[in-house]
């Protein structure tokens, strides 16, 4: 199992944007549905943003309006570009495969891209 590499985490302070970066080795990532997670402190992780295969997209309500989900499938990356950062958008961000539209998901964790959103 590929185990995928987050990054594009940092500090911002609220109002700003950040573009997070999900990147897979191979080729099978791009036959797979993608979905970004989030933990908060003393939180479980949350499904927040998924893309299928194709190219279909959902999101959480709270990041709704505010979240972008997109993939590369030649480079074998799927993106998350976060405008309008809350302060409770502060978690670490984790990708990986999912099950569209439930969320399940298979394959090794990475090591997660820490965001921080100051007030």
């Known amino acids: 199992q590929v185990q995928p590499v987050e990054s594009g985490g940092g500090l911002v302070q609220a109002g700003g944007s950040l573009r997070l970066s999900c990147a897979f080795s191979?080729?099978?990532?791009?036959?797979?549905?993608i979905g970004w997670h989030r933990q908060a402190p003393g939180k479980q992780r949350e499904l927040v943003a998924a893309?299928?295969?194709?190219?279909?997209?959902n999101y959480a309500d709270s990041v709704k309006g505010r979240f972008t989900i997109s993939r590369d499938n030649a480079k074998n990356t799927v993106y998350l570009q976060m405008n309008s950062l809350k302060p409770e958008d502060t978690a670490v961000y984790y990708c990986?495969?999912?099950?569209?539209?439930?969320?399940?998901?298979?394959?090794?964790w990475g090591q997660g891209t820490q965001v921080t959103v100051s007030s």
């Open positions: 893309i299928s295969s194709g190219g279909n997209t």
């Open positions: 191979g080729s099978t990532s791009s036959s797979s549905a």
């Open positions: 990986n495969r999912v099950l569209y539209g439930t969320s399940l998901t298979f394959g090794p």
